[in-house]
């Protein structure tokens, strides 16, 4: 089980539109599966019409700053970095069922830094890198098939092949933005086994989707749209004794 102790304080002044706020939260003595997570902090801070916000999770092993004044084109940040970071417990969110798991592996690293105008975050320039992702059961892995970096300039950005590998196939997104405007692909074949981590209705899933996506809209509101065929695919649902297949 996730059990730990979580504390804070809050205290906030001021007239509605000019509200002088500090919020203090702290996450201790975090252990999931008898090993200790480490330690998290978050403290939010609102004055003279801006907003300070800075996290510390897990010891120190992922981090948020982020800043933002309510003043319309005054500059804002958001910078974000991951280093191995145990997500586990939010796989065990989703479900629950796998607590049993001795195989379940969630490791993400990474960074992001946004620098923007406010009010024009779908504008703004920075950078990416997405270095490790591992999603893993008994049975059962997806990882990145190698580290990516990519720029983003005023809201424009190309990711030209990032691939997610699984047991059976592989599926690879390339997805460009043009000022805030995305085109791009989802296309391959990936393991059905991945409705196994999302939800514990489904006991066990076998087979592959062969899937051809494409995307469009806006970095505010993406559009998804496209086909994928099932091959070989069979899911055990729980409660139900026969496996549904095609």
Not at 25 to 45: F, K, N
Not at 84 to 105: A, C, K
Not at 190 to 212: C, H, P, R
Request: hydrophobic share 35%; proline share 4%; charged share 25%.
């Amino acid at each position: 089980p996730l059990r730990g102790s979580l504390s804070g304080t809050s205290w906030g002044k001021g007239p509605e539109g000019s509200v002088e706020s500090k919020t203090d939260l702290r996450l201790t003595d975090l252990v999931l599966r008898g090993r200790e997570l480490g330690d998290s902090s978050l403290q939010i801070e609102t004055k003279s019409g801006r907003a300070k916000i800075e996290w510390s999770g897990l010891d120190g092993s992922a981090e948020l700053k982020a800043f933002y004044d309510f003043t319309p084109g005054r500059d804002c940040f958001v910078e974000m970095k991951a280093n191995g970071v145990d997500f586990t417990p939010m796989v065990l969110l989703l479900n629950p069922s796998l607590m049993q798991d001795e195989g379940l592996v969630g490791r993400l690293s990474g960074s992001y830094r946004l620098d923007f105008a406010s009010g024009q975050a779908e504008l703004g320039t920075g950078q990416a890198r997405i270095s490790e992702y591992v999603l893993k059961k008994t049975g059962t892995t997806f990882r990145l098939d190698r580290p990516y970096d990519f720029r983003i300039e005023r809201g424009s950005f190309s990711i030209p092949a990032l691939t997610l590998v699984g047991d059976e196939g592989s599926a690879t997104l390339s997805l460009r933005s043009t000022s805030g405007n995305l085109s791009g692909s989802i296309r391959g074949r990936l393991d059905l086994s991945l409705a196994e981590f999302l939800t514990s209705s489904v006991v066990k899933a076998d087979g592959v989707s062969e899937m051809d996506l494409s995307i469009g809209g806006t970095l505010k509101a993406p559009k998804l749209s496209g086909s994928g065929e099932v091959s070989g695919g069979s899911i055990l649902i729980d409660g139900i004794e026969t496996p549904v297949e095609n």
